[in-house]
């Protein structure tokens, strides 16, 4: 299939089939796929929790509002934001360029003082914002990597962050969930999967300047 077809065969998937598990070289690549995802600054601000433990996903249906796709899937990704964002994180990105690039302090450090006084001007509210903006660019990087590998999967909103916080134990890591993502594959009788894709034509959501 190409690029395109991949997409229009993905859908939000209802109904996992719970005896399929993707493979650890499809779960490396998922692994893979997030940490490269392109992110403001560079700056790597995000964690993503692998759960494979179906005793632990049990516990999360009742904070996603009784969606079990969260335990039907092979694994849920839980997409997370640190609760702090500070010029530690500022310094450790700058201190992996210069590892991997050998790149001189003085061609750094002025990029490096002028993101530690962005951060340092930012609310918490506004790191939390745009954190969470990140945290979305790593949902639509995943999504359409899990198209092109042919792995079903479904973006979740839905769902009590701090209860999931709390059965994940997210705060000794520092982290607070904010999107689940189900991957495996589709049911061989999730209705949702034969129904045909519902999108606007092209000429109705495109503007050519």
């Given at each position: ?8 065969w ?5 109904k ?20 490269l ?13 692998v ?6 996903r049990e ?24 609760t ?31 993101l ?16 969470t903006k ?13 198209a ?41 009788d ?5 129904l ?14």
């Amino acid at each position: 299939m190409s690029i395109i077809e991949k997409l229009k065969w993905r859908y939000a998937t209802k109904k996992f089939e719970s005896s399929k598990k993707i493979s650890q070289e499809q779960l490396n690549t998922l692994k893979e796929a997030f940490n490269l995802t392109a992110l403001s600054y560079g700056l790597q601000t995000l964690k993503l929790v692998v759960v494979e433990d179906k005793n632990i996903r049990e516990k999360l249906v009742e904070h996603s509002y009784g969606q079990h796709q969260v335990v039907d899937a092979s694994h849920l990704l839980v997409i997370c934001i640190q609760t702090e964002i500070d010029e530690v994180d500022v310094d450790s990105h700058f201190d992996t360029i210069k590892n991997i690039r050998q790149t001189p302090d003085n061609i750094l450090d002025p990029f490096r003082d002028g993101l530690k006084a962005t951060i340092q001007g930012m609310s918490t509210t506004t790191k939390n914002n745009w954190a969470t903006k990140q945290a979305y660019i790593a949902l639509g990087n995943l999504m359409t990597v899990c198209a092109v590998e042919q792995i079903d999967s479904c973006p979740m909103e839905g769902f009590i962050s701090e209860q999931v916080d709390n059965v994940l134990g997210l705060d000794k890591y520092g982290l607070t969930s904010v999107l689940l993502f189900p991957v495996g594959f589709r049911a061989e009788d999730d209705m949702f999967a034969k129904l045909k894709k519902v999108r606007k034509p092209l000429l109705e959501t495109i503007i050519e300047l």
